[in-house]
Every structure is written in structure tokens, then in C-alpha cells.
């Protein structure tokens, strides 16, 4: 199984910064990775596929860059709405595998 | 719009069985892949089984592989999960996953709310 490597597992920020979240695959997974937002008490939202498409409606200052073992997530100017858990997924091969989380909190 | 609603969760002895549906709308369901993914208390996510459009491969997480079965009713826009010998660790919350793709698993584009499953004695 393609194990996945998230951190960290929580940060504390402010308003207006600049966050980035970073994931390693335990092998070689291409483009085949996803980005999700979850707020309490709510289901999982597509924010990134694809390693770097935003998918439809998700605002701009988010953004993924990455390929191989190693990608990232950005927030380019944290918001009030987006203090959540972020998690990373696999596609490359089954089973399908998530990251362990981050969560963003507030500084 | 998307829409996807699960039933058939609840209280369950380990060792028992319980059948998770969902019923889809707002898009063509035999156009897409479906996932069961799930949620332990204050835990991650965990992808637990998939099928394709026309229920031709399915795919299974190691934990639940030969105790759950996932298979879809086109004609009813229905997805289901049978769950077998049950175990406490099974306890969670199981979310119904729209695939982005139809030909191939690709990105969870769609979610419901959730059914809760707690296995205990």
C-alpha cells in the first residue's frame, strides 16, 4: 500500500498568512494526488485534484504544486473560513490511501 | 446539484451485519465511480471500497477486504455497502464519495453527510 506522509500534523496561524502543507507519497504516485478541506461536524470538500487543478469554485489562494513523491499545498492569504483539517489523497493505486491530516488553527 | 443520502447505520454486535445505502441525485449516477469512505471518532479518513460505472471492478481496503461487498443499482441511482463480521474497529462514520471519473478512480467530488456505524456489545 502507497503510504502517505502529511505534516505537520497541526499549525497555528493568522489571518492573512501564508500556509503551506506538504505531503510525501512512500513511492512513486505522479500527478495522482488530492487535496481536501474538512470542517467540524461537516464532510470532506475537493479542493485540489489532479495535484494542481482547482476544482470548480474553490476560491484562487488555494494551490498545489507537486509530481513524484513530493507535493504541497498552499494557502496564499489565510481566511477566517478557512481554519480546518486538510488532508492529501492517493489515486496511483489501490487501496486508495489519505494523509494522516493537518489541522489549521487559529494563532 | 449533487445530492447523496446514506441510511442503514446504527448500533451493531461485533460479528454481526448491516447494509449502508445511498441514494444519489443531481447527476447522471451511471456516469461515475462511487466510494465508501469513512471516519472514525476524532480519526481520519479512510477510503473503504469502490465500484466503477458499471459495477465491473471493485476495489476494497485491506481491513475490510472478504467481510464487505459495495455494489450500485443504475436503474435506482443507489449505492450499497454490505458489511459482515463486524468488528469494533469498524465503528465510524461512513460517508457515500461521488468519483470525479468514470472509467478509473480519480477524486472524491461529491459527499454525503454520513452514517454512523458503532459496533459494540
Known amino acids: 500500500d502507497i503510504q502517505m506522509t502529511q505534516s505537520p500534523s497541526s499549525l497555528s496561524a493568522s489571518v492573512g498568512d501564508r500556509v503551506t502543507i506538504t505531503c510525501q507519497a512512500s513511492q512513486d504516485i505522479t500527478h495522482y494526488l488530492n487535496w481536501y478541506q474538512q470542517k467540524p461536524g461537516k464532510a470532506p470538500k475537493l479542493l485540489i485534484y489532479?495535484?494542481?487543478n482547482l476544482e470548480t469554485g474553490v476560491p484562487s489562494r488555494f494551490s498545489g504544486s507537486g509530481s513524484g513523491t513530493d507535493f504541497t499545498f498552499t494557502i496564499s492569504s489565510l481566511q477566517p473560513e478557512d481554519f480546518a483539517t486538510y488532508f492529501c489523497q492517493q489515486f496511483h493505486n489501490l487501496p486508495l490511501t489519505f494523509g494522516g491530516g493537518t489541522k489549521v488553527e487559529i494563532k | 446539484e449533487v445530492q447523496l443520502v446514506e441510511s442503514g447505520g446504527g448500533l451493531v454486535q461485533p460479528g454481526r451485519s448491516l447494509r449502508l445505502s445511498c441514494a444519489a441525485s443531481?447527476?447522471?449516477?451511471?456516469?461515475?465511480?462511487m466510494h465508501w469512505v469513512r471516519q472514525a471518532p476524532g480519526k481520519g479518513l479512510e477510503w473503504v471500497s469502490g465500484?466503477?460505472?458499471?459495477?465491473?471492478?471493485?476495489g476494497f481496503a485491506d481491513s475490510v477486504k472478504g467481510r464487505f461487498t459495495i455494489s450500485r443499482d443504475n436503474a435506482d441511482n443507489s449505492l450499497y455497502l454490505q458489511m459482515n463480521s463486524l468488528r469494533p474497529e469498524d465503528t465510524a462514520l461512513y460517508y457515500c464519495?461521488?468519483?470525479?471519473?468514470?472509467?478509473?478512480?480519480?477524486?472524491?467530488?461529491?459527499w454525503g453527510q454520513g452514517a454512523l456505524v458503532i459496533v459494540s456489545s
Open positions: 465500484i466503477s460505472w458499471n459495477s465491473g471492478s471493485t
Open positions: 443531481g447527476f447522471p449516477f451511471d456516469d461515475y465511480a
Open positions: 489532479d495535484a494542481s
Open positions: 464519495v461521488k468519483d470525479g471519473n468514470k472509467y478509473r478512480y480519480g477524486h472524491f467530488d461529491g
